[in-house]
């Protein structure tokens, strides 16, 4: 019904998912994903409500014609390409080395 | 006199036999890759993911190519040269909507599935009813995408090239329909993603060239540029606030709040992104696609703000007029020939042809990774894995595949011609909405809840589809949503037939948080031990890509 693993892969998987490697790469993983997904969702729900209901706000020229509503929205620019940024720095630096490990001990024991 | 008889004979037509060589050039261009890619593609991998031999920056350029259609690049730069600072949010909610496929999606599906969106499902789930599920959302995303962009193809061609009339739309719409069909049946996932890579590099080239010159000529001044936009669109000041098209009232506020969402969660549940990620090695390359289809899109909808404000600016009271009879689809083109010294100019008539030949790159390279998206759903999960359950040879796969393929091409010809003169704009939207409500639930509970199961997958999927698809038919964007200032009717259907009751235009504010709830209720009501079992292992396999799908070498 499922996909099919051999029993020697479904062994693997399970001893990898039991190590405590495994639990520290995904205590990694979702403890930048989660909290981050969560931050940048309400920044731009902030900035859509603010386009909609503060519209006072959001018209303050800062400087010359660039008014609070252009800063805001290349705000969302600039917290894009920063999150993306910090992600693949900390994925580089603290779950691929993990993750690499794990996939090399499967790779040995299901190819043994 | 209609709009186009207007558009006729005001412009000057000088540019044409240049745009039509360029035409041609890109299909050659496009023909030639093809047909060196169809070489180097013998197995179902290399069929449908292009043997998982391209780079990380190769894919990101793919991914921006598939992800930036015409809707994009001639609709957001008109849509802020009409409405002004409205026309901005959207570009803000499809590059934000990045960071949902970079964090939680393009890894880890990468790890986990194989060819399609519905194989992520299918690791620890009942085959037959998740695959037929998720092949359904996958088909129906994919052709409402592909009708939009086909008919717009068909609208835009004429424009550019100035021939209007319904044979040459209909015309277009047939040889951009075989186009695509040649690509996807004969190049597979190595030919289209090399005509997206082109198209990425065209799109973004021009874009540089035009916003470089646009903004020249306010000495890279761009609060000069925005006051002149501001004073010659007539709005003043509003022009440069938000509010122009979505503040009218509280309904076409939350509309917009409806639509923001539906952009910043569909984006990673479009069948036609997600499996672009599978034509890359390892999840690290996907993650490397993704960052450069970040920095690409985002450079990208920046520029979008020079030209649609530039166009507003700089553009004669009778090209403003044609671009607002172009519903805003003018203004990037006729901005090239403006900044290229104006209309008759030998330099206008040649960057008007220039930007008139990416717009059209842009379209093919968009709806062949549509055509393949729906062609590789219909032969992996309908017909090797629901009809054949899993035993149909490769060679047979393909082949389905490829049949598959000219069927799709063939059905949205047959569609796209009688919708050609309707107003479908809406599609995109609601593909999106689609996508937010029915995939990304579906996708997210699989990955992350391991109680989640075979029930709440197919009462996600099918619960956020029908509840998008059922909205949206009973909105104004369907029956009774009026005339805008220049009596164009706003529905799909004739302006005397009304039955809507739903009303925004946008119904993932609804169908999203059911999409989700109904995954939710279908899980908790009951317990698949199978399900949950399996989850372990595809946990590991996401997260490490032990055991993942490895690239072919040849």
Do not use: C
């Not at chain 2, 005339?483 to 925004?504: E, I, M, Q, R, Y």
């Amino acid at each position: 019904m499922v996909e099919e693993t051999s029993a020697q892969q479904h062994d693997a998987y399970e001893r990898i998912h039991a190590s405590d490697e495994f639990a520290e790469l995904k205590r990694r993983y979702i403890g930048f994903a989660f909290p981050w997904t969560v931050a940048f969702m309400v920044w731009y729900l902030l900035y859509v409500v603010a386009s909609n209901w503060a519209t006072d706000f959001m018209d303050t020229q800062v400087v010359g014609n660039i008014n609070v509503a252009l800063v805001f929205g290349l705000g969302q620019f600039v917290s894009t390409f920063l999150i993306a940024w910090l992600y693949a720095r900390h994925a580089n630096r603290s779950l691929d080395p993990i993750s690499a490990k794990l996939r090399a001990e499967y790779d040995e024991e299901v190819n043994r | 006199m209609s709009a186009s008889t207007t558009l006729i004979q005001a412009a000057d037509t000088s540019h044409r036999p240049l745009t039509t060589s360029l035409f041609i050039l890109v299909v050659l261009v496009t023909i030639g890759i093809t047909i060196w890619a169809s070489r180097q593609t013998k197995t179902a991998t290399d069929y449908y993911a292009g043997g998982r031999s391209f780079t990380g920056v190769q894919n990101g350029f793919a991914v921006a190519g598939d992800y930036m259609s015409a809707a994009s690049f001639l609709g957001i730069s008109g849509a802020i040269a009409l409405t002004g600072y409205d026309g901005f949010l959207y570009s803000i909610g499809f590059l934000v909507a990045w960071l949902v496929a970079l964090l939680l999606v393009a890894e880890l599906l990468r790890n986990s599935g194989r060819y399609t969106m519905a194989d992520q499902l299918a690791f620890r789930m009942r085959q037959r009813p998740v695959r037929t599920a998720a092949s359904v959302s996958t088909v129906v995303v994919s052709i409402f995408y592909l009708l939009a962009q086909m008919v717009g193809a068909g609208l835009l061609v004429s424009l550019l090239l100035e021939v209007d009339s319904d044979a040459a739309k209909n015309l277009t719409i047939v040889a951009v329909g075989a186009l695509m069909i040649f690509y996807v049946t004969v190049g597979g996932m190595k030919g289209t993603t090399w005509v997206q890579i082109v198209k990425a590099v065209l799109l973004m080239g021009g874009t540089i060239l035009i916003t470089i010159l646009v903004l020249a000529q306010f000495d890279f001044n761009i609060s000069a540029m925005l006051g002149g936009a501001a004073d010659n669109s007539g709005a003043g000041q509003a022009f440069l606030e938000p509010g122009l098209k979505y503040g009218v009232d509280t309904t076409t506020k939350i509309d917009f709040l409806s639509l923001g969402l539906a952009l910043v969660l569909g984006t990673a549940g479009l069948p036609h992104i997600l499996i672009r990620f599978y034509t890359v090695p390892t999840a690290k390359q996907a993650r490397s696609s993704v960052l450069w289809a970040i920095s690409l899109i985002g450079a990208f909808y920046l520029m979008t703000l020079v030209l649609g404000f530039g166009a507003a600016a700089l553009l004669s009271e009778g090209a403003y007029g044609q671009v607002a009879d172009s519903a805003g689809n003018l203004a990037s083109p006729l901005l090239a020939e403006e900044v290229g010294g104006g209309p008759g100019s030998n330099g206008g008539a040649i960057l008007l042809a220039l930007i008139a030949a990416v717009a059209f790159a842009t379209i093919l390279a968009v709806v062949a990774g549509l055509t393949l998206t729906s062609a590789s759903s219909v032969a992996h999960d309908i017909y090797a894995n629901v009809i054949r359950r899993g035993k149909a040879t490769e060679r047979d796969e393909v082949k389905v595949a490829r049949g598959a393929a000219i069927a799709i091409g063939a059905v949205a010809i047959a569609l796209s011609i009688p919708a050609k003169n309707l107003n479908i704009a809406f599609l995109v939207a609601l593909a999106f909405a689609v996508a937010a409500s029915a995939n990304v639930p579906a996708l997210v509970y699989n990955l992350f809840w391991k109680r989640f199961n075979t029930r709440g997958a197919l009462w996600s999927i099918y619960g956020g589809l029908t509840s998008a698809v059922v909205l949206v038919f009973f909105s104004p964007v369907v029956s009774g949503g009026g005339v805008d200032a220049n009596g164009k009717n706003l529905s799909l259907f004739p302006t005397d037939v009304d039955f809507h009751w739903f009303p925004l235009d946008n119904p993932g504010i609804v169908s999203i948080p059911l999409g989700f709830l109904l995954g939710f209720i279908g899980t908790i009501t009951v317990r698949d031990r199978t399900a949950e079992e399996k989850y372990d292992e595809l946990d590991v396999r996401a997260l490490t890509g032990a055991g993942a799908e490895k690239a072919t070498s040849h």
